[in-house]
Every structure is written in structure tokens, then in C-alpha cells.
């Protein structure tokens, strides 16, 4: 079994990481490297851009694979294996629609493009700097309407007791697009139709992985349908509840370093 696995995708912040959010990049390495031996490959999938994701994974970005901003950019080497960009106009009427949902704060929204990543300049400095840690190239700018990159997410923060609701009512109101939790009080809303699962199987077609060749890591419900199409899910145990229910495994907690010692077995 252990053998049959292909590809090996990892959600990062809950899961591959720790409560720090570190890992131990020696290990990952003699990971990575027994992997390529093997034609085994190590993707990292996250709700965090490609440019945070690459310097995180610096040392061995060129061995590895990323699906970023949850699914809708997939990275291969130095190709673009797919992108799922929300048009202009779609964005600019979402940031309009938003205005109506209790609890939504124009100051904690952020855009994230291929180039960089976008918040208003009257967010709060402590709001700017938290989110500095995930997107380490963002800019401030005077109104998003001035934005020329191509957008792919809309990070929005809610209250954390309100965030679930916040989700559905979104859903239901931005009707072309996907809203989902990430954890910690965000919910991404990036185009509809795509996810950490659709990315998965465009990685896989590009390299013919077959599903049953998957073996997938993840805690929160912006790693559904990744876990879901994997052969084999794989959950730690902080993991949301739902999660927990459709994974195969539950393994312990993400702040023991678990996952990396799951992916050093295998």
C-alpha cells in the first residue's frame, strides 16, 4: 500500500504545521528525497499564496509541487498547472455585495493575485501585520478598484463565534462565487466549482496520478474535497469534526509534528 502512493498533499497551517507554525526542514528533506527515489511526490496545499508557500518551502520548492490559495493556482516546477482567476467585475460587485452581510469588515479583507496581495490602507497596523505573516508581499492600496493583477481569492476575517453563519449567508448572496471556512475566523471566497480537490485532480491528470494513488492531510473544511478525493484521508486530531468523520485515519494532534512523522513512514 504504502508503495502505491504517488502523491502526497498536505494542508498546511493545522495540519503540516505545527501550533508555531514551523516544521523541521531536515526532515522534510530526507522525506522529499526518499520520495523522489520513488516517484513520490510532495505537494503542499494551502489557502496561502504561491509566494508565501515557495518561501516557505525555499530549500525544496524546486522537488515539490504547491496548490495555493486554496486551489486556485497549482504549481509544478515552473508550470502554471492551473488557475481559476475571478474576473474583475465579479469581485468589484463581490466587495459591493459583502457590505451586506452582518459582521463583514471592509478592513479585514485582503485580495490575493498572482503578483502580490492587496488590503486598504486603513486596515488596522496590528491586522497588517498578522496577515504580513501569510502574505509576505502585501501592499497597501487606496481602493481595490485600482488593482491591475489578476485576483484569485478574497480573504475575508469574521468574528469567530459568527463565521459559520457568515459562511452560508455569503454562499447564498455571492452566487458566482465559493465562500468556505479556513479556520481562526477566515473564510476565502474564490471562484466557484474550485477547491484543494479540483486542484488535486488537475495535478494528477497533468502527471497521471490516478485517485486511489493520493494520500491526502488536512483539519478544516477548505480540505473536504481534497480528503475526499484522496485514496486515503488522513486527519489529525484538531482537527474539525466533519473532517475527522470522512477521514480514513486520525492521527494525533497537528502541534505533535504528526503529519511529517506519518510522511517519514511512509
Given amino acids: 500500500m504504502r508503495e502505491a502512493f504517488k502523491l502526497v498533499a498536505a494542508d498546511m497551517d493545522g495540519t503540516f504545521l505545527d501550533h508555531q507554525g514551523e516544521f523541521s526542514m531536515e526532515r ?5 528525497a526518499s520520495y523522489k527515489s520513488r516517484g513520490i511526490l510532495f505537494a503542499a496545499a494551502s489557502g496561502r499564496s504561491l ?22 493556482l497549482v504549481s509544478h516546477g ?11 467585475e465579479v469581485y ?3 466587495l459591493e455585495d459583502l457590505q451586506q452581510i452582518p459582521h ?6 485582503i485580495l490575493s493575485g498572482r503578483e502580490g496581495a492587496y488590503i486598504l ?22 481602493d481595490f478598484t485600482g488593482i491591475t493583477d489578476t485576483v484569485l481569492k478574497i480573504d475575508t476575517k469574521f468574528p469567530l463565534e459568527y463565521t459559520d453563519i457568515s459562511e452560508k449567508r455569503i454562499n447564498q448572496r455571492l452566487t458566482e462565487l465559493a465562500a468556505v471556512t479556513t479556520g481562526f475566523g477566515a473564510i476565502d471566497i474564490i471562484a466557484k466549482n474550485i477547491n484543494k480537490g479540483t486542484a488535486v485532480e488537475q495535478l494528477c491528470k497533468k ?36 473532517i475527522k468523520e470522512l477521514a480514513d485515519q486520525v492521527i494525533a494532534d497537528h502541534s505533535k509534528g504528526s503529519v511529517l512523522s506519518y510522511m517519514e513512514k511512509i
Fill in 207 to 242: 502527471l497521471s496520478i490516478q485517485p486511489h494513488q493520493v494520500l491526502a492531510f488536512g483539519d478544516n473544511l477548505n480540505d473536504y474535497e481534497m480528503l475526499d478525493y484522496a485514496g486515503l484521508a488522513v486527519a489529525p486530531q484538531n482537527a474539525r469534526k466533519e
Fill in 104 to 109: 463583514f469588515n471592509p478592513k479585514n479583507v
Fill in 28 to 32: 522534510l528533506k530526507r522525506v522529499i
Fill in 121 to 142: 490602507t486603513q486596515a488596522d497596523r496590528s491586522f497588517f501585520s498578522r496577515m504580513s505573516y501569510y502574505y509576505g508581499d502585501l501592499k497597501r492600496v487606496d
Fill in 51 to 72: 509566494n508565501n508557500l515557495k518561501a516557505l518551502f525555499a530549500e525544496v520548492q524546486n522537488d515539490m509541487a504547491f496548490i495555493a490559495e486554496n486551489g486556485t
Fill in 92 to 94: 468589484l460587485t463581490a
Fill in 78 to 88: 515552473t508550470d502554471i498547472v492551473f488557475e481559476g482567476a475571478i474576473p474583475r
